[in-house]
């Protein structure tokens, strides 16, 4: 996704999906600890992971039962080789241009937003997480950059425009966003709502996690919108031109 800020800004989003597959005998977990999920064991005598240099198989030994039964309505996998394939979508984001211009001299804040939606099968849910390609991720060249917004320990409620100071930032809403995003009417990362452009931090190369289910949304799916803004504070002197971001969105299952 690219973001374009004259003093505009244009911001650059790239949707990227990671597919994974799991065994599984049933939608719940057989075994689960603070660090860990088995969601699938075996009862047998026999077998393991065998491997070469063209080849990798797992094997069991003593299981009953097992095999693929189909009727009318249903499918059943049974067994521990049975693999249920984890099926998970994303809709691609659009790229955005933040509006309006802005003046270096007089400053204000120009803002834009995407949204994706994110659907998967997966009894276990998936996670939504954004990362920006630079540092700063606000951009004209390699030495004119917007800053990146500069958060507390948790995400600022109201996004701050500081005399002199200019800065990037983002804030997620939708039905999964994460415990950091969420709020209680005045602070972020308490609370249980979801106010509107409130929680506000910067990109970082790093991969962030912004929304994130422990459940199948299937088939309706749930979208996350994403929105951006660029402060420029009175007499912060922003050289003038066109700016670039890239970030990335990334959902997996988890």
């Not at 995407?114 to 659907?119: E, G, H, I, N, Y």
């Not at 390699?142 to 200019?166: E, K, W």
Request: aromatic share 8%.
């Amino acid at each position: 996704m690219r973001h374009i800020f004259a003093t505009s800004a244009l911001l650059a989003v790239i949707a990227t999906l990671a597919v994974l597959s799991t065994q599984s005998l049933s939608f719940a977990q057989v075994a689960t600890s603070t660090n860990y999920r088995i969601q699938t064991d075996s009862i047998n005598f026999g077998g393991g992971l065998s491997t070469s240099t063209n080849y990798r198989q797992e094997s069991t030994f003593g299981e009953v039962g097992t095999g693929v039964s189909t009727s009318t309505n249903y499918s059943l996998g049974a067994g521990y080789q049975q693999m249920q394939q984890i099926y998970i979508a994303m809709t691609v984001p659009s790229d955005v241009t933040l509006s309006p211009n802005l003046a270096g001299i007089t400053g204000g804040t120009s803002n834009g937003s995407t949204s994706v939606k994110v659907t998967t099968d997966n009894p276990a849910g998936y996670s939504l997480s954004i990362k920006a390609q630079n540092s700063p991720a606000m951009q004209k060249s390699g030495t004119v950059t917007i800053p990146d917004y500069v958060q507390g320990s948790n995400a600022t409620y109201s996004y701050t425009v500081t005399t002199g100071q200019a800065s990037f930032g983002y804030t997620p809403s939708g039905p999964d966003i994460v415990q950091y995003f969420k709020d209680n009417g005045s602070l972020c990362n308490v609370g249980t709502l979801d106010t509107n452009l409130a929680c506000w931090a910067g990109l970082t190369t790093s991969q962030t996690v912004i929304a994130q289910k422990t459940a199948s949304n299937h088939p309706n799916g749930a979208t996350t919108t994403v929105s951006f803004r660029v402060g420029i504070g009175s007499g912060a002197s922003v050289e003038s031109g066109l700016y670039t971001a890239t970030t990335t969105l990334t959902a997996l299952p988890l």
